[in-house]
Nanobody, 123 residues
Framework: QVQLVESGGGLVQPGGSLRLSCAAS????????MDWYRQAPGKSRDLVAG???????VYVDSVKGRFTISRDNALNTVYLQMNNLKAEDTAIYYC?????????????????WGQGTQVTVSS
């Protein structure tokens, strides 16, 4: 019902920058929130940055001042600008969206995940 396609990952040197994008498409009434998570090898999948239902932004402490999340509601797209990247930022980055979807049961609030995009920070 909702497809999320991430792009923008890659290999970058420490101190470099990348911009991730995630576009939502499919059949849905509206997108409530869109967030970015990441998962490093052997680690859990954790929130990196996201929006609350009221539109404010939240960040994990380790990326504050370096990452910026933004959103284009008209395009149903969320971005993650990542500056001053560090080796510990290496992970697969996942986009997630909370969407209002209508089916036989009515209007439901469902969560969807993208396939992920690899970010590698290495010299």
């Amino acid at each position: 019902q909702v497809q999320l396609v991430e792009s923008g990952g890659g290999l970058v040197q420490p101190g470099g920058s990348l911009r991730l994008s995630c576009a939502a498409s499919g059949s849905f009434s509206s997108i409530v929130t869109m967030d970015w998570y990441r998962q490093a090898p052997g680690k859990s999948r954790d929130l990196v940055a996201g929006f609350t239902r009221f539109g404010s932004t939240v960040y994990v402490d380790s990326v504050k001042g370096r990452f910026t999340i933004s959103r284009d509601n008209a395009l149903n797209t969320v971005y993650l600008q990542m500056n001053n990247l560090k080796a510990e930022d290496t992970a697969i980055y996942y986009c997630t969206a909370l969407a209002m979807v209508r089916d036989d049961r009515g209007l439901l609030e469902l969560n969807y995940w993208g396939q992920g995009t690899q970010v590698t920070v290495s010299s």
